[in-house]
């Protein structure tokens, strides 16, 4: 089968978008870009009964390679947009985990109150405006959000990751969950206290200088 390791690539990272709580159901999406459009889950499909011919392969402009047993998820006009125009980007993740949800229901950017926001890439997480699931318009405002950012929520539907490996999408994903969760055990404490822009600059340098993920 053509893109086999794309495929399986795809589907080892969605089962783990359920074992990381970052999906449940059949919410929430997983792609990986391949040299002529991308590997992307399947519409309505439970991720633990997914086989490796349910991915779906298409090209970036929809079209989907000729033999496709499944519809490609309905959120594909977004994951092909990010690749589009961001050739950094090789996989991407989207779910409904609760926290970012929650957050993203807030309308609210997740703020620089923890070190950790620097591993999305600069100084905050931002919140995309709300448009309908699966829609052009959706497509647009998550690519303004994620401007030089690995992560971004989506208002009233969930959270955006991006990485240059799926591994990277996939962690980035987790602590974005993370930093959302935090930031609801905070608010009701009152607004976070946040870094400085200096401290803040220093993080990502020092991001740069260990790797992606961070010293920890
Ligand atoms: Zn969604």
Redesign the pocket.
């Known amino acids: 089968m053509i893109h086999r390791a794309e495929r399986d690539l795809v589907l080892e990272a969605a089962r783990r978008t359920v074992a990381l709580r970052l999906t449940h159901g059949t ?3 997983v792609s990986a870009r391949v040299a002529d459009g991308m590997a992307i889950t399947p519409s309505g499909l439970d991720y633990q009964s997914l086989i490796r011919e349910d991915v779906v392969m298409m090209a970036l402009d929809g079209t989907p390679e000729p033999g496709q047993t499944r519809v490609p998820s ?2 594909w006009r977004m994951h092909a947009a990010i690749y589009r125009a961001r050739a950094d980007v090789r996989a991407i993740v ?3 985990s609760p926290a970012a949800t929650a957050v993203a229901c807030l309308g609210r950017d997740i703020p620089p109150f923890h070190y950790m926001i620097a591993v999305a890439g600069g100084d905050s997480i931002r919140c995309a405006p709300y448009a309908p ?1 699966g829609t052009e318009a959706l497509a647009a405002l998550a690519l303004g959000a994620l401007f030089d950012r690995r992560a971004c929520l ?1 208002a009233h ?2 959270l955006l990751a991006v990485g240059a490996t799926m591994d990277q999408a996939l962690a980035v994903a987790a602590e974005t969950e993370f930093l959302a969760e935090l930031l609801l055990r905070l608010l009701p404490l009152g607004e976070p206290r946040v870094l400085s822009p200096a401290q803040l600059a220093d993080v990502l340098e020092r991001f740069r200088h260990y790797g992606q993920r961070g010293p920890g």
Do not use: I
Request: net charge negative.
């Open positions: 919410s929430g999406n309905s959120e989207h779910g409904h699931f989506l539907h969930g």
